[in-house]
Every structure is written in structure tokens, then in C-alpha cells.
């Protein structure tokens, strides 16, 4: 079964730099969540979007924005990155109607920030 | 104060034997919901079951149980039959209205090890 996709995997970005991370929800899921986990934290939930429309907002920083495309995928925006943004930011996916309440996670994308 | 308490940062349990998770949640609200999630070394974060604020029954998924206890604002997982595969770091989480809408908590985790 196609599961929830992240690219890229692995980023690598500089102080001040600016990122972009993309996430592919399910197949006919309408609902993205954006988590932040940083190294031996519990994870940080930052925005989710339900029908392209924002619907939760967390602790997201202002240098983030994110957004939800018409097929349904997502992207983190993030610009002026600081050392602190190294996290594993994961993204999941669920259909309110038949499962809100199962979120089904991507692998994440390991943003290292030199 | 932390929304998710997890008190317990490691456990080990024997293969087969039955372990509890411990989570204990505040809020403030009569409509929220708990999670839990399994995360192996790998990274990968795997939902394991969903208990609602006005579910009257304890939530069962496979060997999988949440013993919810609304008055004791507590949320426990049960594994039963433990297996190796078990072994990862499990987190307890919680959904709650907010006016910038649903906000999601995590604990701090409880790291698991199955003993052969």
C-alpha cells in the first residue's frame, strides 16, 4: 500500500539559508500534519492543513510558512535557517472521514543545518 | 505544566510477558483525544491506537490496549505478549481544541527494550 512520501530524505543547509521539504500525503488523504523532532526530543507539532485550507497551527516559527496544493501535497518553507532547525521533520497524513484520528507518518526528512 | 507526562524514561519487560506505559495528560477540556506511537530505531513514527475523550470503552487495537481512566486524567498503554519487535521508544500524545484549532502534545517518551 502507498504509504505517506517525504523528499528529500536528507538535507544539509547553511545558516541563513533557506529550505524547502515537500511531503506526498496517502492516496485520497485530505489532511497533512507537519511535525518537528529534534535530536532526542519528543516531537513538536507545527501546522496541518485539511483540505488545502490551514486548520491547526502549532509552535511554528515565523521564518516557516507551509501550504497544501491542490493534489493535496504539502511544503515546509523554511528561510533564515538556524542551527536549531537540525531536526527530523516528520509529515503525516489522514482522511478525516473514514480515520481522523490516524495519522499515518512519513519518514521524514533530516534537515542538518551547518 | 508539560500537557503529556511520561514517567517512565526506559523499561525492560521478557519476551511474551505484558508491559504498561505510563501517561498521565492535562487539560482543561471536556473534548480531546490520546495517542500513542511507537518510534523504532530507524526514526519512523508508527500510530498504534487512539482513545477519545468521550469513548466509553478502553480502545483495543490487536495486542495493543489503552487503559483510559478519565477522573485520573490518565491514558496508559498495555502491550500484551510482548515481543522483540516491541523494542523502540513509545510516545504518548494528545489533541486539544485551541483558538488557533487543534493542537497536538507529545511526552517525553518511553524507551521500551524486549528481553529474549
Known amino acids: 500500500a502507498a504509504g505517506v512520501i517525504q523528499s528529500p530524505r536528507h538535507l544539509i543547509k547553511e545558516k541563513r539559508e533557506t529550505a524547502t521539504l515537500k511531503c506526498y500525503p496517502i492516496p485520497r488523504h485530505d489532511t497533512v500534519y507537519w511535525y518537528q523532532q529534534g535530536p532526542g526530543q519528543d516531537p513538536q507539532f507545527l501546522i496541518s492543513f485539511y483540505e488545502k485550507m490551514q486548520s491547526d497551527k502549532g509552535s511554528i516559527p515565523d521564518r516557516f510558512s507551509a501550504q497544501q496544493f491542490s493534489d493535496y501535497h504539502s511544503e515546509l518553507n523554511m528561510s533564515s535557517l538556524e542551527l536549531g532547525d537540525s531536526a527530523l521533520y516528520f509529515c503525516?497524513?489522514?482522511?478525516?472521514?473514514?480515520?481522523?484520528?490516524?495519522?499515518?507518518f512519513g519518514p521524514g526528512t533530516r534537515l542538518t543545518v551547518l | 505544566a508539560q500537557k503529556i507526562t511520561q514517567t517512565q524514561p526506559g523499561m525492560f519487560v521478557q519476551e511474551k510477558e505484558a508491559v504498561t506505559l505510563d501517561c498521565t495528560y492535562d487539560t482543561s477540556d471536556q473534548s480531546y483525544g490520546l495517542f500513542w506511537y511507537k518510534q523504532p530505531s530507524s526514526g519512523e513514527m508508527i500510530f498504534l491506537i487512539y482513545?477519545?475523550?468521550?469513548?466509553?470503552q478502553n480502545a483495543t487495537e490487536g495486542r495493543y490496549s489503552l487503559n483510559f481512566q478519565k477522573a485520573r486524567k490518565s491514558a496508559n498503554l498495555v502491550i500484551s505478549a510482548s515481543q522483540l519487535g516491541d523494542s523502540a521508544m513509545y510516545f504518548c500524545?494528545?489533541?486539544?481544541?485551541?483558538?488557533?484549532?487543534?493542537?497536538?502534545?507529545f511526552g517525553t517518551g518511553t524507551s521500551l527494550t524486549v528481553i529474549p
Open positions: 503525516a497524513s489522514s482522511l478525516q472521514l473514514v480515520g481522523p484520528n490516524e495519522q499515518f
Open positions: 500524545a494528545m489533541r486539544e481544541p485551541s483558538n488557533t484549532g487543534n493542537q497536538f502534545y
Open positions: 482513545q477519545g475523550s468521550y469513548d466509553e
